[in-house]
């Protein structure tokens, strides 16, 4: 069973930057696709970042275009998600997913693969 662990959370000011990174115990990602999902308060889960395996396409959801950027490395076991420009509203839970289909999915329920996550606050 393939486990995934996330790093690179914490405290930082509006406008600042962060870069979360996602670790496969198994050294290795195969040809998985990955997404990054986060969590605020009393929100639902949603879907921010994704990449198809092995340099396949990417998506990303409107609210963080031109500010974050996932990059992963199949063979490494890596994924990594670069966030600039952050705001209080990217204030949650990140999450990073797999999946064995080579193309992203809307939802989290599409994902069975999870990170135990890493908390990302963004003060104003």
């Known amino acids: 069973q393939l486990q995934l662990v996330e790093s690179g959370g914490g405290l930082v000011r509006s406008g600042g930057s962060l870069r979360l990174s996602c670790v496969a115990s198994?050294?290795?990602?195969?040809?998985?696709?990955i997404g990054w999902f986060r969590q605020a308060p009393g929100k639902e889960r949603e879907g921010v970042a994704c990449?198809?395996?092995?340099?396949?396409?990417?998506t990303y959801a409107d609210s963080v275009k031109g500010r974050f950027a996932i990059s992963t490395d199949n063979a490494k076991g890596t994924s990594s998600l670069q966030m600039n420009n952050l705001k209080p509203e990217d204030t949650g839970v990140y999450y990073c997913?797999?999946?064995?289909?080579?193309?992203?999915?809307?939802?989290?329920?599409?994902?069975?693969?999870w990170g135990q996550g890493t908390q990302v606050t963004v003060s104003s």
């Open positions: 997913a797999a999946r064995r289909p080579p193309h992203c999915a809307p939802g989290a329920e599409y994902f069975p693969y």
């Open positions: 198994e050294g290795t990602l195969d040809y998985h696709t």
């Open positions: 990449m198809v395996g092995h340099g396949g396409s990417i």
